[in-house]
T-cell receptor
Framework: DVKVTQSSRYLVKRTGEKVFLECVQD?????MFWYRQDPGLGLRLIYF???????EKGDIPEGYSVSREKKERFSLILESASTNQTSMYLC???FGLGDSSGNTIYFGEGSWLTVV | AQKITQTQPGMFVQEKEAVTLDCTYD???????LFWYKQPSSGEMIFLIY????DEQNATEGRYSLNFQKARKSANLVISASQLGDSAMYFC????WGYGGSQGNLIFGKGTKLSVKP
């Protein structure tokens, strides 16, 4: 079974803290993504990566950074957490370029972050 | 700019009836894939159906079919014979295969909340 594992399901952090959210996949996927999901706003892309050490900004990168030192791991970093970053964070991965037929995306279970 | 638009924030359907959830997309890329995902209240993302941009036939998966109209850039999801368990959020998404500077981008719409009435 393909697995995308997010390190923490529920976190509570203080304003100004540095926060690390880890995502690991076991299917050798090239592409990995970080989203935040808020009611009425759907899934908004923060950052994505199509290869090791490669990263691209999504729609809402401000206040976040990412790291992809190994193919299987994609980390989301909140340099200085703020209350408006309270949200559910979702990691996803998928295969890279090539035959697009039958492709699918695999999701982690989500990480609920509360910043107080 | 790449974009997915779902214009129906919420919809109701009677059990056993068919329902269409709208999705339009915007991209200048030629190679892309379109997905529909279901998210029940438990939060997990459940894959429903996939359509590649070069696929000439509309995709079908059981009670789900994707009405793909490439010229109009629409990828509507049709659910036939709705069931109570279909009540959930539904997301349309587009993956860009990377020709034209959008390598590996995967974007979602805001979602449609479907409620099935008994």
């Amino acid at each position: 079974d393909v697995k995308v594992t997010q390190s923490s399901r529920y976190l509570v952090k203080r304003t100004g803290e540095k926060v690390f959210l880890e995502c690991v996949q076991d299917m050798d996927h090239e592409n990995m993504f970080w989203y935040r999901q808020d009611p009425g706003l759907g899934l908004r892309l923060i950052y994505f990566s199509y290869d090791v050490k490669m990263k691209e900004k999504g729609d809402i990168p401000e206040g976040y950074s990412v790291s992809r030192e190994k193919k299987e791991r994609f980390s989301l970093i909140l340099e200085s957490a703020s209350t408006n970053q309270t949200s559910m964070y979702l990691c996803a991965s998928t295969f890279g370029l090539g035959d697009s037929s039958g492709n699918t995306i695999y999701f982690g279970e989500g990480s609920w972050l509360t910043v107080v | 700019a790449q974009k997915i638009t779902q214009t129906q924030p919420g919809m109701f359907v009677q059990e056993k009836e068919a329902v269409t959830l709208d999705c339009t997309y915007d991209t200048s890329d030629q190679s892309y894939g379109l997905f529909w995902y279901k998210q029940p209240s438990s939060g997990e993302m459940i894959f429903l159906i996939y359509q590649g941009s070069y696929d000439e036939q509309n995709a079908t998966e059981g009670r789900y079919s994707l009405n793909f109209q490439k010229a109009r850039k629409s990828a509507n999801l049709v659910i036939s014979a709705s069931q109570l368990g279909d009540s959930a959020m539904y997301f349309c998404a587009m993956f860009l295969w990377g020709y034209g500077g959008s390598q590996g981008n995967l974007i979602f719409g805001k979602g449609t909340k479907l409620s099935v009435k008994p």
